[in-house]
């Protein structure tokens, strides 16, 4: 907060902000988020994920803006951006790389897998690297356990991780080679996340799979085992009686 | 033999999650889809509500409030619009259901909005879903955006005169926000900090206007239940815990994954499903209902995982979350591992869990690492005590749940620590899925 009260106004970010500074273009789409809430200020969290799509990060002049159309104090809407993990105030990397560390996860493997992105990539969690390539962060659950240990790419599924498997991955993005998520689309970058975050679609919906393997783990069973709910199907006289429960419920009530 | 027996699991929310493209709207629709929505509006609001009601579902997303008896209690009479919020926010350690349902199925979530709202005489719904799960979003999006085109959202929806806009809306990464009243400020632009209540949310929610805000697993529920009726419902289940759940199994089990299953089925059943815990190694711990529900052994494998069977041994169903840890597994690591979880999402607003949560993590470093001090186990204790009951959410009680549930069962574990670093004690290396070379403390 204190660089905001620093910093010129206008100014856009010089060399921390290689793609330039928000556009008039950005700023009809931060009033076209603003104007899908019943009250505008609901809007506030996408708008700085489209902050964060075109500068890199959520900057002191991306603050002012959305506070400026909000009606809002850059103190407000300061406090609102430092409060979610998912907000950057330094930069973020081409390739946002998250590690699950949590309970689960660290002791599948998690630890290792994080251990061997930190070697790969020269980095500390909460850094980027000096090409602007990666940038690292040490993640909470990102409720995929059944996929344990997981790592995350641009915020997409990278699922069963192994410290060998993440080396790789990290070598193909390095190399500009297309990636695809083990339950989502073919990464493309940090900030085109963060744009369709924000409420703007990139048409990769289709891509992917339904589901991943654990997902439909119950349901297969459930099928080469041929149970169904179907079995619990009152008869006919109970669709039509009171709240008394079915016959079948008896055997299930302990 | 019970049907319970014989049926050990009932995909009915999972079941299309296999198929070609299921997240499409041609592919719900072919499987049925939307038929729910046609029948719910064709009766009353009251008579949707009373079927949901009647059905005795109770909310999956760890409280398990009543749904119906919730949407009863948004008042009619008040001028202002009525809402309902999805709560997608899915982060409590060790629950994957939500996520793959939105990827897979979105259309199940949006049409059980749509019979929802019509019930609760909302005409906005929000879908708020977790920042860090990408395609999800992408999904759910894609779906809503399928819905109006078909006529499912917008005016006049199906004729019926009834008018619904859905908003999905992705959050930025904060646990906290999955408490339904840090959802609200989050969804009108603030931080993610609870509020006091009351006034619940039924009555001054978002905007100060009447909300109800349920899991994305009870709203999904809801078009199964209008289209196949409440004693469909409440034939599978037991006595206080009706219908069918995801259970989701993780860790040390060798099949990881989603179970869909009436409520009540017992560990040693679900666990005889996802193949057992991994092969050569036992169970030594397990979370019933994600990671703030207290912890079980194995001598609850033979208890019923309901609402009430669970509370009959000291823990909580929660969101269905058993994550399994085997005999390797270092109580006092993942212990220290939620702990840290609950230091880092702690919203900051009470002092007892934002300054609890710090010191709980000073003292299970130190018995990580072999070098808390004779008596730490208790301090441990005492900085629980001066945490639970003192808070405006539940978040703390989660992290007291967890120290004082491991404390209970594993306590010389913690006395080790005053001398013995957990990975001298158990070496971590044993408990992951790869082999590992180098062994040691986390770097």
């Known amino acids: 907060m204190s660089d905001a009260q620093t910093e010129p106004k206008a100014a856009p970010d010089g060399q921390n902000t290689p793609d330039g500074p928000i556009t008039d273009q950005t700023l009809a789409e931060l009033r076209q988020l603003a104007d899908r809430y019943p009250e505008p200020r609901s809007a506030l969290l996408p708008m700085l994920h489209l902050i964060q799509s075109v500068e890199g990060r959520v900057s002191s002049r991306g603050v002012e803006v959305c506070a400026d159309l909000l009606g809002l104090t850059a103190a407000q809407v300061a406090g609102v951006a430092t409060f979610y993990t998912m907000y950057k105030r330094r930069p973020a990397g081409r390739h946002h790389i998250g590690v699950c560390t949590t309970a689960l996860c660290a002791v599948m493997g998690g630890d290792e897998v994080l251990r061997a992105v930190q070697d790969k990539l020269g980095l500390e969690p909460e850094q980027t690297t000096a090409d602007g390539l990666f940038s690292l962060e040490r993640l909470e659950c990102n409720a995929a356990c059944d996929f344990a240990p997981v790592m995350m790419v641009d915020w997409e599924f990278m699922d069963n991780m192994t410290p060998a498997q993440a080396e790789a991955l990290l070598d193909d993005l390095a190399a500009d080679r297309p990636v695809q998520s083990t339950r989502g689309a073919t990464i493309t970058s940090w900030r085109q996340a963060e744009r369709v975050l924000a409420g703007f679609s990139d048409g990769l919906a289709d891509e992917g799979p339904s589901a991943g393997p654990s997902s439909l783990r119950g349901v297969e069973l459930a099928r080469q085992s041929g149970w169904t709910a179907d079995a619990f199907q009152p008869p006919p006289s109970a669709a039509t009686a009171s709240a008394e429960p079915a016959p079948t419920s008896q055997g299930a009530s302990k | ?443």
């Open chain 2, 1 to 443: 033999m019970t049907l319970a027996q014989t049926q050990p699991l009932v995909p009915v929310l999972t079941a299309n999650w296999g198929q070609e493209r299921s997240w499409k709207l041609d592919s719900y629709v072919a499987q049925g889809g939307y038929a729910a929505l046609r029948q719910a509006l064709g009766r009353t609001p009251a008579d949707v509500m009373a079927e949901v009601k009647d059905a005795q579902l109770r909310g999956r997303g760890g409280a398990g409030f009543p749904t119906g008896l919730k949407w009863s209690f948004v008042p009619q009479d008040n001028p202002n619009p009525k809402y309902l919020v999805v709560n997608g926010d899915e982060s409590e350690p060790g629950t994957c259901k939500d996520i793959p349902l939105l990827m897979a199925s979105p259309h199940t979530l949006v049409e059980g909005v749509i019979i929802s709202s019509y019930a609760i005489g909302a005409h906005t719904a929000f879908i708020y879903i977790r920042g860090e799960v990408l395609h999800p979003i992408r999904r759910v999006r894609q779906a809503v955006e399928e819905a109006y085109a078909a006529g499912y959202l917008g005016s006049d929806i199906l004729g019926s005169g009834f008018d619904l806009d859905v908003i999905v809306h992705a959050g930025a990464g904060a646990y906290i926000c999955g408490e339904e009243t840090a959802l609200l400020n989050s969804l009108e632009g603030r931080r993610g900090q609870p509020r006091l209540r009351p006034p619940f949310p039924a009555v001054a929610g978002l905007y100060a206007s009447p909300t109800v805000i349920n899991n994305v697993e009870s709203i999904a529920s809801v078009p199964s239940i209008i289209a196949r009726g409440k004693d469909w419902f409440t034939a599978m289940g037991t006595e206080k815990s009706k219908g069918f759940t995801i259970y989701s199994l993780s860790g040390h089990v060798a099949h990881p994954g989603q179970y869909e299953a009436p409520l009540g089925l017992t560990m040693a059943r679900l666990l005889e499903l996802a193949g057992g815990v991994r092969a050569g190694h036992q169970l030594k711990f397990f979370t019933p209902g994600g990671s703030s529900t207290p912890i079980l052994t194995a001598e609850h494998l033979d208890t019923a995982l309901d609402y009430e069977g669970l509370a009959q041994v000291g823990t909580m169903l929660g969101t269905k979350a058993m994550q399994v840890f085997d005999e390797t597994t270092s109580v006092v690591r993942t212990t220290l591992r939620w702990v840290e979880f609950y230091k880092h999402e702690s919203c900051g607003k009470c002092t007892p869990c934002r300054e609890g949560t710090w010191w709980l993590v000073q003292l299970l470093h130190k018995l990580e690492a072999g070098q808390g001090q004779d008596g730490d186990v208790d301090k441990l204790l005492s900085v629980c005590d001066s945490i639970t009951g003192k808070t405006f959410c539940t978040l703390a009680e989660g992290a007291v749940a967890c120290v004082t549930s491991a404390v209970r069962h594993f306590r010389s574990e913690f006395e080790i620590g005053y001398t013995t670093p957990a990975w001298e004690h158990l070496p971590y290396a044993a408990s992951a899925l790869f082999p590992i070379e180098s062994e040691g403390g986390r770097a």
